[in-house]
């Protein structure tokens, strides 16, 4: 047995898959990148590590695990659902010196406030499953705590998605995601990859992208409003805002009139101030409704 701490003493992951017939589940949205020196690029993309504790999720048979401990995270903390990497994370985990624990559990359903709380966790850096990573990031920039318990997220994702991150008003792909990014972050894209990278191969190139989190202003406008507004104004794209806006229950007119926005606007044409000030006008106007009942 290695010696503990020793993570570069492990067998190469090629080996600990075939020993032990491991294969990506389409179904989990597992793409696992094998290359040692890929993962140890992400793991230095996401900034020096020294000192800091990640939270990984979906490590898979623990690639970039490996990595994160090679580069210096002081401590790492991955987030898995499937059994089958039970073997492979302890592995890893009785050789890193006390530095990665693994709780294996739904990402969707974990209670990251909690996480953090009781292992200190303060970064995001993963090879994100491709069918959880839109809810994942979303969940995770609308917390109602802000500024959140992570400094940053380096999350690989699809490449169409890291373009929905950072697209600008007008851009092709902006929409409620980008919105949502950017409402109180800081988002780039810091590297692509090709498919040829990955295990299985994907259909579709990759990017890691960066959320830094940026300070909250004072007049910050609640996130759930802006929630509403970008569901209602992007849920039916193609109308024009007077038109799509209907679908908050409010008057619409007078919500455009109150944010300075002309009514035949279309949603991929705002820009971030533009809908944080719809969501300011729908905080007064229903602030302003006569109640019901008694």
Same mark, same amino acid.
């Given at each position: ?82 059994? +089958? ?13 006390? +530095? ?136 039916? +794209? ?25 009514p035949s606007e279309r949603a991929e044409r705002l820009t971030i101030e533009d809908f944080q000030r719809l969501a300011r006008a729908l905080q007064r106007q229903r602030a302003q409704r006569p109640r019901q009942g008694p």
């Amino acid at each position: 047995m290695s010696a503990p701490n020793d993570i570069a003493s492990l067998p190469p992951l090629r080996e600990v898959i075939k020993e032990a017939a491991l294969s990506a589940r389409k179904s989990l949205g597992q793409n696992f990148i094998l290359d040692l020196n890929v993962t140890r690029r992400i793991a230095r993309s996401a900034g020096p590590l020294d000192g800091v504790a990640v939270l990984e999720i979906g490590p898979g048979p623990g690639g970039l695990t490996r990595a994160l401990l090679l580069e210096g995270a002081r401590k790492v903390v991955a987030i898995e659902r499937d059994e +089958r990497f039970r073997p492979a994370l302890q592995a890893i985990e009785e050789n890193s010196g006390g +530095r990665f624990t693994a709780i294996f559990a739904d990402a969707l359903q974990a209670d990251y406030t909690a996480i953090a709380s009781e292992t200190g966790v303060s970064r995001i850096v993963a090879n994100l499953p491709y069918n959880i990573a839109t809810p994942l990031i979303a969940s995770w920039l609308t917390g109602e705590r802000w500024p959140p318990f992570f400094d940053k997220l380096a999350v690989m994702v699809q490449r169409e998605v890291a373009d929905r991150l950072v697209a600008p008003p007008g851009g092709e792909g902006y929409g409620r995601l980008s919105v949502l990014a950017q409402h109180r972050c800081r988002a780039r894209i810091l590297l692509t990859l090709p498919a040829s990278v990955f295990t299985p191969p994907p259909k579709v190139s990759s990017a890691l992208v960066e959320i830094a989190p940026a300070p909250e202003r004072a007049d910050a406008v609640p996130t759930a409003l802006l929630e509403q507004v970008t569901a209602a104004a992007f849920g039916q +794209r193609r109308k024009m805002l007077r038109s799509s806006l209907a679908a908050l229950g409010v008057d619409a007119a007078l919500l455009l009139r109150e944010a300075e926005i002309e009514p035949s606007e279309r949603a991929e044409r705002l820009t971030i101030e533009d809908f944080q000030r719809l969501a300011r006008a729908l905080q007064r106007q229903r602030a302003q409704r006569p109640r019901q009942g008694p």
